[in-house]
């Protein structure tokens, strides 16, 4: 991890945004992998068989997350565990997590796909109107 501010100071404009929209894609791939493994996480009830009353606790002080973080990664997760292609969305950077978390109650097998190719790329107040 490069943190080191003063070397950062030194990069070009355009190198120091290439290595944002770098550093961005690698965030989208491994926030997607995370969701894919919570989801395995919950199959398994490993958060039980450690103790914790509920998948929200456990991660949550295992991981870390905050509040919103943990609320937006369980949906994308039981969305994602149902629905496979939100992986692919969720890493290639076409939804976020918010945009899983509002559509995900509404989403079934028929209509997954449509909803899902209808979201990519919108904001939360376009999300809301789908």
Do not use: C, W
Not at 32 to 53: N, P, Q, S, T
Not at 63 to 69: A, G, I, K, L
Request: glycine letters at 4%; a neutral charge; proline letters at 2%.
């Amino acid at each position: 991890m490069n943190t080191d501010l003063s070397s950062l100071a030194r990069l070009s404009d355009s190198e120091l945004v290439a290595r944002v929209k770098n550093l961005a894609g690698r965030e989208r791939e491994t926030m997607a992998e995370i969701i894919a493994h919570l989801g395995e996480i919950e199959a398994r009830d490993l958060y039980a068989r450690a103790g914790y009353k509920s998948l929200f606790e456990y991660i949550r002080e295992t991981f870390r997350f905050s509040e919103q973080e943990t609320y937006n990664r369980i949906a994308a997760a039981r969305a994602a565990r149902r629905f496979p292609v939100t992986l692919e969305l969720l890493a290639d950077g076409s939804i976020n997590l918010t945009t899983v978390r509002l559509l995900a109650p509404h989403l079934t097998e028929e209509n997954h796909r449509s909803v899902l190719e209808a979201a990519r790329g919108k904001r939360t107040h376009e999300i809301e109107k789908i």
